[in-house]
Structure formats: C-alpha cells, structure tokens
C-alpha cells in the first residue's frame, strides 16, 4: 500500500485494541512498526493521535500511513497446521452450532488457552471450527484443563462481547457435576469462602492455588475475593462418596475445587486440593477413592443456561459425561436418567 488510507471500523470489528484490528487487515505489521507509528503520529483514530492498546469502536475512522508490503510478518507458532485426527477431534466436540455460537463438550485434559508449556489447546484448535467463517471462533469463557464439559465460543467479535457480559452480569446458569469424597453435610448449602492466590514454589513445586478465606475475613485479606457456590448431594456411596451439582455463582479460578476441599469433601482426583496437603479432611479420605477411579479429575460442565445475545430466545446445552466418569457412574450405579439437568429447580 503506497498511499494514506481511511479506514472504518465495520460492524463486526469495534471494541478491540488498535494493534489487533490493524494486524488482521494487515498481517504483515509487526508489532514494533506499530508502536513506532503511533508514537509519530501517523496513525490516528477519528483524527486524534492514539497508542497501539488504544481501544476502535465500530464506525470510527482509522488513518493509516503507507504499509510497505516488505515487512516480514510475525510468526505465530501457536497456530502451526493442525493434524486430521485434531481437526475430527474438534469437529465432533461441537455440541451446538448455530450463525453466532458454537459449543464444544471439552475434552478432560485439553486446556482452554496456551500458557507455560501448553501449544496445543482448544484457542488455537478452533481453527478447526470456522465452518466457512473468515475467522476462528472465540472462546468467551475458559475451564480449567482437567475439566470437561460445555464450552461456548462466539463466531463473531459482537457475540463474544455480548456473551462474555451476560457471564460478567452472572446472566447465565451452569450446572457442573463432580463426584465427591465422603458426604457433604447438610445435603444442599451454600459455601461463601473466599479466595485468595497463593504462589507456587517454582517450576517442581505445586503451582499457584487458591486458599479458601473465612467470610468475616475477606475484607481485611489482601488480594482475596468473595466466592459463592451452591451446592446439592444428588446420590451417594454409602459415606464414601458422592454425585454432587455445583452452581459456581462467582466465577473465580478454581472455586469449586477450593470450596469442596474446604469443606473436606475434595473432588475425586483432585491431587491439588485433595492431597496430602489438605487441611479440612471432614468425613473424606482426600480425593482418592482407590484404583483407576482416582487417577483423573471428576469435574464436568454438565449444563449450561443462557439467552441467546441475537435471537433472544433461551438456550440450554447438555454435554455427556466424558469416559473416565461415565464409568465411575456405571461402577457406583449412579442412573444418570433420574436426574434433571439443573436438579436445583426441582427443589
């Protein structure tokens, strides 16, 4: 591109930062060009100077100096050709598709985003999901990489907004399932701990975590948040364990996990909330319940509740259990027929 260019921010395109718009109209910028040309002026939103993180709003007009086609484009190595059996995988996790929203039943073990030592994860497989779009669906909320069960991508960067405020505003219902140590007392409650990181010790130790606050105490802790979960026994192995549905009002990292460990009833497999370093054992025996049973984490995204941003009708999406749950259902005879996918509105 030789000349200054006007460009209007389309429909499709507002509320994202200037260095993302400019790099999918022009791949071959790289980032220092970027900052470089915000800093001189020659880039400018409705005439006003602005800065590579400045924010474009849909109809805004975007000067743009001449784009040497020379510049060598940035490689992004998290975006290398996916194998056929990743492209199936996906593919036949979709679970509901429609023009705006597709929803996958996440593999246990597949991690929502890249991040240390993690290039292969559903962000960068949702390739596989254009399903003739120009770009990749995005992910509008994340589960943790161990858990299973519905996951929402938005088609469009509109729909993304819109979804991931209805998440924000609390506008939509997840139900997980999750098989438990031990029994939780009383059999439907509430647990309003808070939350607070706590560092790992290095690249062999445990990792972050969360670390559960009384109430009465998260005003006064440093980094903590409020954190609400509900939650109800739905059938039980004499007092060895139980099904439990979970209803994370707040979404903080790793509420569940830290809630049912607080109250001494981790949640099977759980080997970082429910090991051996676990304060409150209640009635449970850790998050080991023995054998193969033991060796994976039993959380899932069982169902998910929500008005759809375009239509405005209400959706409800369903996942099936993945293998290794669906077999420790089978083994404990815990009939997944005789329980409602939000078995809390039959109260």
Not at 152 to 179: N, Q
Not at 277 to 301: V, Y
Request: hydrophobic residues 35%; aromatic residues 4%; charged residues 25%.
């Amino acid at each position: 591109m030789n000349t200054v260019q006007l460009i209007t921010v389309g429909e499709d395109e507002g509320d994202q930062r200037l260095d993302r718009w400019l790099k999918r109209k022009f791949p071959q910028l790289q980032q220092g060009r970027i900052e470089k040309l915000c800093r001189k002026g020659e880039l400018r939103i409705d005439g006003s100077r602005c800065k590579a993180s400045s924010r474009v709003e849909i109809g805004q007009e975007v000067r743009v100096p001449p784009i040497p086609m020379s510049d060598k484009p940035e490689i992004d190595t998290s975006n290398k050709r996916m194998s056929d059996a990743d492209v199936k995988m996906m593919q036949s996790s979709v679970i509901y598709r429609d023009d705006h929203i597709i929803a996958i039943n996440k593999p246990a073990g597949l991690p929502s985003q890249g991040g240390s030592k993690q290039t292969r994860h559903v962000d960068g497989l949702a390739e596989a999901l254009r399903f003739g779009y120009e770009e990749k669906p995005r992910l509008v909320h994340r589960l943790d990489k161990d858990t299973s069960g519905v996951l929402l991508l938005a088609r469009t960067r509109t729909v993304a907004a819109k979804l991931s405020d209805a998440m924000r505003h609390r506008e939509t219902r997840k139900i997980y399932w999750a098989a438990v140590a031990g029994v939780p007392q009383p059999l439907i409650g509430t647990i309003k701990y808070g939350l607070v990181k706590a560092m790992g010790h290095g690249g062999k130790g445990e990792g972050e975590k969360m670390i559960c606050i009384h109430p009465r105490d998260v005003a006064s802790t440093e980094g903590a948040k409020r954190a609400t979960t509900d939650y109800m026994v739905v059938s039980r192995l004499a007092s060895r364990g139980s099904w439990v549905a979970l209803v994370p009002i707040t979404g903080r990292t790793h509420q569940l996990r830290a809630h049912m460990a607080e109250m001494g009833h981790p949640i099977v497999g759980d080997g970082k909330y429910g090991g051996s370093g676990q304060e409150n054992l209640g009635d449970g025996w850790g998050a080991q319940l023995g054998g193969d049973i033991s060796k994976k984490l039993h959380l899932h995204a069982r169902h998910l509740n929500f008005e759809h941003p375009v239509t405005k009708k209400m959706v409800s999406i369903t996942a099936s259990l993945p293998q290794h749950m669906a077999h420790t259902w089978k083994t404990f005879q815990w009939d997944l027929d005789e329980v409602a996918d939000d078995p809390f509105e039959e109260m």
